[in-house]
Nanobody, 120 residues
Framework: QVQLKESGGGLVLTGGSLRLSCAAS????????MGWYRQAPGKQRELVAT???????NYADSVKGRFTISRVAAKSTVYLQMNSLEPEDTAVYYC??????????????WGQGTQVTVSS
């Protein structure tokens, strides 16, 4: 099993920055990709960014150029640096771990979520 724990959420003004962290524990050797998803009230959970063990990244068009996903070499922690935040970025952000390095769907492991609120 893999356990994920997000941190770093909070309140920020429009145009500000925030960095989310996701700490993975358990059988991390089974993980080949990590990602961030977000969900606003009344909306579906959507992809924000993913990163493979090889360092290949993928971003949603809505965050491209503003957000950066990264990971430590040991694969135990994944980060999401969020810049130029807008109110539309307000959502609960979830960390995800995937056994598949290339996948169109999220992996089976999820964190509990961390709230990000951007105020105008």
């Amino acid at each position: 099993q893999v356990q994920l724990k997000e941190s770093g959420g909070g309140l920020v003004l429009t145009g500000g920055s925030l960095r989310l962290s996701c700490a993975a524990s358990g059988n991390i050797f089974s993980i080949n990709a990590m990602g961030w998803y977000r969900q606003a009230p009344g909306k579906q959970r959507e992809l924000v960014a993913t990163i493979t063990n090889g360092g290949i990244t993928n971003y949603a068009d809505s965050v491209k150029g503003r957000f950066t996903i990264s990971r430590v070499a040991a694969k135990s922690t994944v980060y999401l640096q969020m810049n130029s935040l807008e109110p539309e970025d307000t959502a609960v952000y979830y960390c995800n771990a995937n056994r598949r390095e290339v996948s169109l769907s999220p992996g089976m492991y999820w964190g509990q979520g961390t709230q990000v609120t951007v105020s105008s």
